[in-house]
Each structure stands twice: as C-alpha cells, then as structure tokens.
C-alpha cells in the first residue's frame, strides 16, 4: 500500500459551497499551501459520477427532484 | 468522494480528506434536504461493493445533526456500521446502526463538552469498530458543532483533533489505515481555514 494522503478538491467548492451557506471554502486551497508541499500529500479533481452508479443508492424520482430543486 | 474511496481501497492511498460542494448524509433512498442532495458515502461504498469487492464499511458521523439520509439507506444492511452522535440513543437488534446522545451531555458540561464528545465517540467506537473488522472506516466530519457554527456543541479544535487521532488509530487496528475522511456541516470561512488544515495534517503524517 502506498502511504499516501489524498485531499479531494474542486474549484467549485470555494465560489458556493455547501448550497445556502456560502463560500466557507473561499480560502481554499489556498489554506493548505504548507500540507500541498509535501511530496506525499496529493489533490485531486474529481469528476461527476454516471447517474448509473447514483441508481444504485437513490431512485430516479430523487434524481428528478435534485435537478429540479432550485437550490 | 468515489475517486477518494477507490485510490485508497486500490492503494494508491492510505488516507483521504474529500471536501464536499454540498451535504450527504441527509440525503436517504428517495428523500433529500438539510443542504444535502445525493448520499455521497453511500454511492462510493457501492462503487467499491460492486466493481472493488468491498464487504464490510464503518461509518463515524459526527456532523452536528443525525445522519438520517445514510440511516436511511443502510437501515436493514448489516455489513454498514453507521455510529451518529446525535440527539438520542439508540441501537438496532444486531448493533450496526448506533446513535449516541450527545446533545444534553455536551450542554450540561458547558466549557468540558470537548471532553464529553470526544469520550462518547470513544467509548462508541472502542469496541464496535474492532469487532465489525470494516474493510473501510469512513469519518463523516461536519464543523457545525463547533462554538458559534448552526449547530453549536460548544465544541472546539480539541474535539475535532481528538477524533482524528481516535479515527486514525481505528484504522489502523482494523483496516490497514485506510481512511476516508468527509467533509459535512459547518458554515464559517473562519473555522474551516483554522479546523481543516490540521485534520489533514493528521492524516499526511499517518501516511508519512
């Protein structure tokens, strides 16, 4: 196993995140400079999922209602 | 949060911090609200069931507020350990789905609650994480129990540290390290820059 730490980031998460609370990641990634240094520390961008895999958890009326929800 | 599940159950990591554009544990098989939309524990750990062979994941929740979506979701599946502290107690008939009341506890300690929350995450954890023998110990970490945040415990950093050192010390006990830790609640700029960062210390210099 490579010891190694992940750190999942998307510029989007810092311009309006977690819906109505706003940009409480604004200072992000900015605020891991120091953690981004180390060689054993990586970011990752990551990508949207196939609705497939979401089908697996929610059904496709809570896919409809999501998308249609004005957030 | 599936990219961050796969490279650590493939070992191309040992740990992970998954930063969030919105909630997931509120979010359940066909009900979603509390800021969440799509269950985003849940569709990484049916990821790794289905293509990776996962068998057995344990879930610390931790956020201020119930994990009701991932209850929802895991209620009759007894290879999810979900532990939530929250506002009551309870314990299913096979011990998988534990909620620990904290709330009460943590207002009537006043300036202890670090040390109250952190005793009530031991003491559910102590035990049960090592029995179930997850492959995957997944931290469902939400801020919005700390002073001032929605959901004020009256919890601090203290808290917050020491459940990254119980989490990381879990899995490495049960799952060879492999730790995935969720970023959920809280709303201030001011504490995810000053809380975040040293979380993820924690888990570079398990890995380093």
């Known amino acids: 196993m490579t010891r190694r730490t992940g750190i999942f980031y998307h510029p989007s998460y810092s311009q309006r995140s977690y819906l109505t609370v706003g940009r409480r990641l604004a200072a992000f990634p900015g605020a891991l400079k120091e953690l981004l240094a180390l060689p054993h520390v990586l970011v990752f ?3 949207p999922v196939l609705d497939e895999l979401i089908l697996k958890v929610h059904t496709p009326d809570l896919i409809r209602a999501v998308a249609q929800d004005p957030l | 949060m599936v990219a961050a599940a796969e490279r650590i159950w493939l070992g191309e990591l040992l740990n ?6 919105a909630g997931g544990h509120h979010a359940g098989r066909d009900f979603f609200g509390g800021y969440c939309c799509f269950n985003d524990v849940a569709i990484a750990i049916e990821r790794l069931r ?6 057995r994941v344990a879930i610390l929740d931790t956020d ?9 979701i895991y209620r009759d ?18 011990g998988t789905k534990v909620d620990v009341a904290v709330y009460r506890r943590c207002f009537e300690a006043g300036a202890r609650s670090d040390e109250v929350y952190l005793e009530a995450a031991e003491a559910a954890c102590a035990k049960r994480v090592p029995d179930f023998r997850p492959d995957l110990l997944v931290w469902y970490f939400g801020f ?3 002073r ?9 950093a203290t808290c917050y ?4 050192r119980l989490v990381l010390d879990l899995a490495g006990q049960v799952c060879g390290g492999r730790l995935l830790v969720v970023l959920g609640g809280g709303s201030r700029a001011d504490l995810a820059s000053s809380l975040i960062p040293p979380i993820i210390a924690c888990l570079a210099d398990a890995a380093g």
């Open chain 1, 45 to 47: 961008e990551p990508e």
């Open chain 2, 16 to 21: 992970a911090f998954a930063f969030i554009g």
């Open chain 2, 50 to 55: 289905e293509v990776h062979g996962l068998r």
């Open chain 2, 64 to 72: 201020a507020h119930h994990g009701d979506g991932t209850r929802d």
């Open chain 2, 77 to 94: 599946d007894p290879t999810v350990l979900h532990i939530c502290l929250c506002g009551s107690d309870y314990v299913s008939a096979d």
């Open chain 2, 144 to 146: 919005d129990g700390h």
């Open chain 2, 148 to 156: 001032g945040d929605y959901g004020d415990l009256g919890l601090t």
């Open chain 2, 161 to 164: 540290n020491g459940i990254v």
